[in-house]
């Protein structure tokens, strides 16, 4: 019989996380071994309970999934994360993906859809609702169609924000290590996405890529 995945879930809505803990309870595939209601509590609980895999909401109070993701993995690498969200934009799945999410879900998936990822996610597989695959296949499509001719100057201040960006850092954290005023990092990333002709981060994160400035 095949190992049952002991799963974690961090959700700061308790409906949400009452959801949850009910189809888990039905699938004999998972077994549900604690809860957290913010990135806050996610490590001690993680400590407490030995999760497989860590289903994760991005959009918290206090600490956010991102960088939740980042302590999960610093407390235990072998640990998976799945991101379960609302959003469907391309950057946030590129957040925490670059963070070291290996799945990431919109929360309208169904339920045999979220377990079979934890599933997956566990076996060692990556999963991405079919939806953000195909804004990823888009944004890539846009980002080889808008490219720039050459390679257009940037400063040493904008390598380092591009290469943040890849890392998975907000615009508020990006500040905070370059000891720069927020406002400074989004006006040189409006600068970027003019240079190269592109709209978002992850056509920023592909264009750099291609250019070999950073890799994936």
């Not at 240079?195 to 890799?215: D, F, H, K, Y």
Request: with cysteine; net charge negative.
């Amino acid at each position: 019989m095949a190992e049952v995945v002991r799963v974690l879930v961090v959700d700061d809505e308790a409906l949400v996380r009452h959801a949850l803990r009910a189809f888990l309870a039905a699938d004999e595939r998972v077994t549900l071994v604690g809860e957290a209601s913010d990135g806050t509590e996610v490590v001690d609980v993680c400590r407490a309970t030995s999760p497989d895999v860590v289903l994760m909401d991005i959009k918290m109070t206090n600490v956010g999934g991102v960088e939740a993701t980042r302590h999960v993995l610093e407390w235990n690498p072998q640990c998976r994360v799945v991101a379960l969200t609302t959003f469907t934009t391309e950057w946030r799945a590129l957040e925490v993906l670059r963070a070291g999410a290996c799945g990431y879900l919109v929360k309208n998936s169904t339920p045999t859809q979220i377990v079979d990822a934890i599933v997956a996610a566990h076996a060692g597989d990556r999963v991405v609702s079919p939806e953000v695959q195909e804004r990823f296949v888009r944004a890539a499509i846009e980002a080889g169609e808008s490219r720039a001719t050459g390679d257009p100057t940037l400063s040493d201040r904008e390598r380092q924000i591009i290469e943040l960006i890849a890392n998975g850092l907000s615009n508020a954290e990006i500040a905070d290590v370059l000891h720069y005023a927020e406002s400074t990092v989004k006006a040189d990333i409006r600068h970027i996405n003019h240079l190269w002709g592109v709209e978002n981060r992850l056509q920023i994160v592909l264009r750099a890529t291609e250019l070999g400035l950073i890799s994936l």
